[in-house]
């Protein structure tokens, strides 16, 4: 899960070793003083990410007070300092949480990059370096062996699996319909790694509701959440975090690989490092209008299904994946 580190006396320090290009942030909360390394090519996001893992608080709970006015998306290079910045932080941290915090940002405004956008992100030397450090920060604790010649489903959560903005009494009201079915048909198949962009706690309590987790008909292979991703840049859309599936194939790589790895999400974006190992998902929201005619999972199941003896699903266009299964279910005519 993340990768922390338990503070010693008055301060901490993260393990990395500085470089040129890296600023010391010397974060001041709750009476102690905590040292972040963090790259200057990162963002303000990135600098909170490494914050929260070293002191547990959320970046959504962050107020960081500078000399310098920044926003998250702020390049730190951008900053007027030299090596070291001082800074105060307010936050709190969360030890109980039931429900994602409505007052969460929502990603409504989705985009897809055009190819040449996203082969400039993809190939670009910064993310790379990016994804480099965070293969090396980012440990994934296994909830269950890899199996050998299996291939990879990596599984967003919120609109995804859940309509994680609307309420009930019983969260088993909001899991998307045919979610067990789901599971249960592509572990024959693949393993199955669930990577939410929200904190690792509300990750395992939101599994543990919806009873994915130690369900008998399947196995998940581990969890991934926020501290995983890699804030990235474009010209035409700024800055924003994704989730590269280099991480998982750095870590794993005797089990997975770009040939053999398929990845659902409801944000186009989360793809950009590897835009042709992701599907888009419609997003599964107002659960209790929906979910007596939401088919996704079931017509996804078939997909799996159809694309598992395949060798290389890098080769598939994902965006045509309904189409792919029309195909196969036509008879075929001598």
Known sequence: MENMENMEGSSSSSSSCASEEDLTVVVKWSGREYRVQVSRDESVSELKRRICELTTVLPKRQKLLSPHKFTDV????SL???????ITMMGTVEDEIIVDPVDSPEIIDDFELGQDDAAEIKDKEV???KLRRRIEQYKIKLLNPCREGKKLLVLDIDYTLFDHRS???NPMELMRPYLHEFLTTAYAEYDIIIWSATSMKWVEVKMEQLRVL???NYKITALLDHL????VQSDSHGVFDCKPLGLIWALFPKYYNHQN????DDLKRN??????NGLAIRPFRKAHLNRSTDQELVKLTRYLLAIAELDDLNQLDHKKWESFIEQVKRPRHA
């Open 74 to 77: 702020t390049l730190l290079s």
């Open 80 to 86: 007027p300092i030299k090596s070291s910045l001082k």
């Open 127 to 129: 993310n790379k370096q």
């Open 167 to 169: 309420t009930a009494e």
């Open 214 to 216: 130690n369900n008998p």
């Open 228 to 231: 995983a991703m890699i804030t």
């Open 261 to 264: 790895t398929i990845m659902f």
């Open 271 to 276: 793809f950009v490092m590897n835009p042709q």
